[in-house]
């Protein structure tokens, strides 16, 4: 049930349960109507108004789950195609329209993975820096992390990886802003590397990208 309404702001999500408690109540008085043998027509001009507080965060909750289909697929055409201007200004809008509804730690994660293929370093160092404040602070989380008992269910386990995850992804912004605002003085290109490795990316082809992107065109020997 979370999973369904985490996309959802929280007035859309309360938009939606009233839609359903006022149609369930119509549909009661609809039966007691017809069993009182009453006119029903004054009762069926109500209908309408729950059909629209249920559809509308439906919708809401469909189109956001075309935008992440979306995502991937700008995301793997940026990839397959650097130069690809448009697919990068496709990217661009969705990842901005997904941000503002990122909520999860999985959203915050792959709106960043997003906005580090994008090169926008600051955006992907604010939506890291929200997932680290949803599970206090960043030292927290890697205490967390290294510091797991086997009796940790396995949702906890992929969480706190999650989160090491987007520790790896804040660490890459920090050294991408760097190279960006100063090239000259960022040339451990192994360290690069390594952070690059280290990180479990949703599309494993973002890894060898960022390997080009960052070791090959941004960092001048």
Not at 23 to 48: S, W
Not at 158 to 171: F, N, Q, W
Request: aromatic share 8%; with cysteine; charged share 30%.
């Amino acid at each position: 049930m979370e999973r369904l309404f985490e996309n959802l702001y929280l007035y859309e999500v309360v938009l939606l349960f009233l839609g359903v408690f006022l149609f369930i109540i119509l549909c009661a008085g609809l039966v007691y109507y017809i069993i009182k043998k009453d006119d029903i027509k004054k009762l069926l001009f109500f209908f309408p108004i729950p059909i629209l507080m249920i559809g509308y965060p439906s919708i809401q909750e469909i189109q956001i789950e075309k935008d992440k289909i979306a995502l991937i697929k700008y995301t793997d055409d940026v990839l397959a195609n650097p130069e690809d201007k448009i697919a990068k200004e496709e990217l661009s809008k969705v990842t901005e329209k997904l941000e503002k509804r990122a909520h999860s730690i999985k959203d915050l994660k792959a709106v960043s993975e997003a906005n580090l293929v994008l090169g926008n370093a600051d955006k992907v160092l604010d939506l890291t820096q929200q997932a680290f404040d949803k599970q206090g602070s960043e030292t927290d989380v890697i205490s967390v992390a290294k510091n797991q008992t086997s009796s940790s269910s396995e949702v906890d386990r992929k969480r706190e990886a999650m989160l090491t995850s987007l520790k790896g992804i804040h660490e890459l912004a920090t050294v991408q802003k760097t190279v960006q605002e100063h090239p000259e003085v960022f040339k451990d290109t192994l360290l690069v590397q390594q952070k690059i490795s280290k990180v479990s990316w949703s599309n494993p082809r973002v890894k060898q990208y960022l390997n080009k992107k960052i070791l090959n065109t941004d960092i001048k020997e």
